[in-house]
C-alpha cells in the first residue's frame, strides 16, 4: 500500500484537522510543505511555481496523493480518507450522515468568520458581522453538545476533529473563548485525550495557525 502524501503550506490552517485525522487513523504519511518568502512580499513562489505541474484537475493546496490518485480540497480529502480507512467516520446511517453534513456547513460558516478576523484584523472595521456569525455560531455548538457528546450524536466523525482546531485557534488567536464555551471545551478535551491524538500533539512541529500576511496567528503564538 503506497503511503499518502499530504501538501500543504508550512502552516497549520485547513492542513490540520487532515493531520490530526490521519494520526487518529494512525494512518502513514508524508508531507510537503511550502514555505512562504521572507517579509514584506512574503511570496508563495514555492507553490505557485509548481502547482499547475503535478498534475491535479483542480490545483489547489492542501493537496493529498494516494499512489497515482491525486485530489484537492479540505473536505474532500477528509471524506476521502474516511471512506478508505473507517467510513463510519462519515456517519452509520442516513440520519448520522445527515448530521454530519450539516455541521460541515456550520464549521465552514464559522471557519471562514474565524479566518476573515485573523486575517484581517479582529478590530478591522467592517468586521462586526464576523464577530457576530463566530460568536453565534459558537452558540450553537456549544448548546447541541450540552444534549450530545459529539456533533452527529454518541459516536465521532471527521468534523469532529474540525471543530477542535478551530476551537483551539479562535482561543488562541482571537479571544480566550475556553471558559465561555464549556460544552466546547469539553468536546475539545475528548479529542485530545484520544490516545493517538495526544501523542501526536506531543510531538508535532509547532506551525504558526495561518500565512505571515495575516494579522493573528502568521507567526507561532507564544503561549
Same mark, same amino acid.
Given at each position: 500500500?503506497?503511503?499518502?502524501?499530504?501538501?500543504?503550506?508550512?502552516?497549520?490552517? +485547513?492542513?490540520? /484537522? #487532515?493531520? %490530526?485525522?490521519?494520526?487518529? +487513523?494512525?494512518?502513514?504519511?508524508?508531507?510537503?510543505?511550502?514555505?512562504?518568502?521572507?517579509?514584506?512580499?512574503?511570496?508563495?513562489?514555492?507553490?505557485?511555481?509548481?502547482?499547475?505541474?503535478?498534475?491535479?484537475?483542480?490545483?489547489?493546496?492542501?493537496?493529498? !496523493?494516494?499512489?497515482?490518485? *491525486?485530489?484537492?480540497? /479540505?473536505?474532500?480529502? %477528509?471524506?476521502?480518507?474516511?471512506?478508505?480507512?473507517?467510513?463510519?467516520? %462519515?456517519?452509520?446511517? !442516513? *440520519?448520522?450522515?445527515?448530521?454530519?453534513?450539516?455541521?460541515?456547513?456550520?464549521?465552514? =460558516?464559522?471557519?471562514?468568520?474565524?479566518?476573515?478576523?485573523?486575517?484581517?484584523? *479582529?478590530?478591522?472595521?467592517?468586521?462586526?458581522?464576523?464577530?457576530?456569525?463566530?460568536?453565534?455560531?459558537?452558540?450553537?455548538?456549544?448548546? $447541541?453538545?450540552?444534549?450530545?457528546?459529539?456533533?452527529?450524536?454518541?459516536?465521532?466523525?471527521?468534523? =469532529?476533529?474540525? $471543530?477542535?482546531? #478551530?476551537?483551539?485557534?479562535?482561543?488562541?488567536?482571537?479571544?480566550?473563548?475556553?471558559?465561555?464555551?464549556?460544552? %466546547?471545551? *469539553?468536546?475539545? =478535551? /475528548? +479529542?485530545?485525550? $484520544?490516545?493517538?491524538?495526544?501523542?501526536?500533539?506531543?510531538?508535532?512541529?509547532? $506551525?504558526?495557525?495561518?500565512?505571515?500576511?495575516?494579522?493573528?496567528?502568521?507567526?507561532?503564538?507564544?503561549?
Amino acid at each position: 500500500m503506497s503511503t499518502l502524501t499530504l501538501g500543504y503550506w508550512k502552516i497549520r490552517g +485547513l492542513a490540520e /484537522s #487532515i493531520r %490530526l485525522l490521519l494520526h487518529y +487513523l494512525e494512518i502513514e504519511y508524508k508531507e510537503v510543505l511550502y514555505e512562504f518568502g521572507p517579509a514584506p512580499d512574503f511570496s508563495g513562489e514555492s507553490w505557485f511555481k509548481v502547482k499547475y505541474t503535478l498534475g491535479f484537475d483542480y490545483p489547489n493546496i492542501p493537496y493529498l !496523493i494516494d499512489g497515482d490518485f *491525486k485530489m484537492t480540497e /479540505s473536505n474532500a480529502i %477528509l471524506r476521502y480518507i474516511c471512506e478508505k480507512y473507517k467510513p463510519e467516520l %462519515l456517519g452509520e446511517n !442516513i *440520519k448520522e450522515k445527515a448530521f454530519v453534513n450539516m455541521a460541515v456547513g456550520v464549521l465552514s =460558516d464559522l471557519n471562514f468568520a474565524k479566518s476573515q478576523l485573523a486575517y484581517q484584523g *479582529k478590530n478591522c472595521p467592517g468586521n462586526e458581522r464576523f464577530k457576530t456569525t463566530m460568536k453565534n455560531k459558537l452558540n450553537d455548538l456549544n448548546i $447541541l453538545l450540552g444534549k450530545q457528546k459529539f456533533l452527529a450524536g454518541e459516536k465521532i466523525t471527521y468534523p =469532529d476533529f474540525v $471543530l477542535g482546531e #478551530i476551537f483551539e485557534s479562535i482561543n488562541d488567536l482571537l479571544e480566550p473563548v475556553f471558559e465561555e464555551y464549556k460544552n %466546547l471545551k *469539553k468536546h475539545f =478535551d /475528548s +479529542l485530545c485525550e $484520544l490516545t493517538a491524538i495526544k501523542k501526536y500533539r506531543a510531538k508535532r512541529e509547532i $506551525l504558526p495557525y495561518n500565512a505571515a500576511i495575516a494579522k493573528h496567528g502568521g507567526v507561532v503564538e507564544k503561549k
